[in-house]
């Protein structure tokens, strides 16, 4: 079945540390975005990258980080200068060259600070 | 675990009944909007769609209605089931980069047996 898939579903940051979240995905999709989830919010843009190699900075990418070495793989970190990273992480994707196209989401990854 | 429908306006309907929920979109260049669901601790599933030059479009027990006059979308859910229970979310396109979107807060849906 086609899909996204985040892991792990539960993620525990202690200070000064750095953890990455991981988002696969087999839809063959050239897009795909990292956002951050709050209770009673939005769902906020940190990256998106539309191709390979290649990511651009959203609304809040202050201390995240993003690479895309492949088509199928988007992972997230978040660092050490992310105060406040508490918080329901969610990765999606979309057909790249059609701006009228659904995005599509995994599951999500809470984080949550030791 | 923490649900994200906290502090979010909801309706609470009775099983069976008809749902609509509301939602006012920011910027009127938007050309693309999406309904999500979102059940508690899972991510948002897309349910129908819709694109400017329509006003109305369904699909099964779910309608969307957008005035553009008054930048308002609307999702009516028809027969609404336990299972309907979520909160959900409009998206707007906004234009800008590809394919970024605006999301809204959200409505928590809560059906009655």
């Known amino acids: 079945d086609g899909g996204i898939t985040q892991s792990p579903k539960y993620l525990f940051r202690k200070e000064g540390q750095n953890v990455t979240l991981s988002c696969e995905q087999n839809?063959?999709?050239?897009?795909m975005y990292w956002y951050r989830q709050d209770p009673g919010q939005g769902l906020r843009l940190i990256y998106y990258?539309?191709?390979?190699?290649?990511?651009q900075k959203g609304d809040i990418a202050e201390g995240y980080s993003v690479s895309r070495e492949k088509k199928e793989s988007f992972p997230l970190t978040v660092t050490s200068a992310q105060k406040n990273p508490t918080a329901f992480y969610l990765c999606?994707?979309?057909?790249?060259?059609?701006?009228?196209?659904?995005?599509?989401f995994g599951d999500g990854t809470r984080l949550s600070i030791l | 675990g923490e649900s994200v429908g906290l502090h979010l306006p909801t309706l609470s309907v009775q099983e069976g009944d008809n749902s609509i929920i509301n939602c006012a979109y920011s910027n009127s260049a938007s050309d693309y909007f999406i309904w999500y669901k979102q059940e508690s601790g899972k991510g948002p599933q897309f349910i129908i769609d819709i694109r400017s030059n329509m006003d109305k479009r369904q699909g099964q027990r779910v309608t969307v209605l957008l005035n553009k006059t008054v930048k308002h979308l609307s999702l009516q859910i028809a027969a609404t089931q336990p299972g309907d229970s979520a909160v959900y979310f409009c998206?707007?396109?906004?234009?800008?980069?590809?394919?970024?979107?605006?999301f809204g807060k959200g409505t928590k849906l809560s059906v009655k047996p």
């Open positions: 999606a994707s979309s057909i790249y060259r059609d701006r009228a196209q659904p995005q599509h």
């Open positions: 998206a707007e396109n906004y234009g800008g980069s590809q394919g970024n979107l605006i």
């Open positions: 990258s539309q191709i390979v190699n290649d990511f």
């Open positions: 839809l063959n999709h050239d897009a």
